[in-house]
């Protein structure tokens, strides 16, 4: 059975960091992608960072390059995604998914899905 367990969101003041993990199972790590998205109320689900084992390519959304950072532990099937400096505009559900070989910043190629984690980013 595949899964994505996502964990580490919270509650943080402007300016602040969190620290994002996305543990998969059930499939073989070494040849997907693992892409973290958000979706904030009333917006599309938007695409913020991959990494793909398979190939070492990775992606960030413009507005969060310079503040997240993406690493994989290939070892623990482990994806985490640094997010420092931290806006109320990062504010949203953050899912982590999974798609074979390469990154894509679009959600409709992503195979698996977890149930996301809630970060919320006060002023």
């Known amino acids: 059975e595949v899964q994505l367990v996502e964990s580490g969101g919270g509650l943080v003041q402007a300016g602040g960091s969190l620290r994002l993990s996305c543990v998969a199972s059930?499939?073989?790590?070494?040849?997907?992608?693992i892409g973290w998205f958000r979706q904030a109320p009333g917006k599309e689900r938007e695409g913020v960072s991959c990494?793909?084992?398979?190939?070492?390519?990775?992606y960030y959304l413009d507005s969060v390059k310079g503040r997240f950072t993406i690493s994989s532990d290939d070892a623990r099937n482990t994806v985490t995604l640094q997010m420092n400096s931290l806006k109320p505009d990062d504010t949203a559900v953050y899912y982590c998914?999974?798609?074979?070989?390469?990154?894509?910043?679009?959600?409709?190629?992503?195979?698996?899905w977890g149930q996301g984690t809630q970060v919320t980013v006060s002023s």
């Open positions: 990494i793909s084992s398979a190939d070492g390519g990775t």
């Open positions: 059930g499939f073989t790590f070494d040849d997907y992608a």
């Open positions: 998914a999974a798609k074979w070989r390469q990154c894509s910043a679009h959600d409709y190629p992503y195979d698996y």
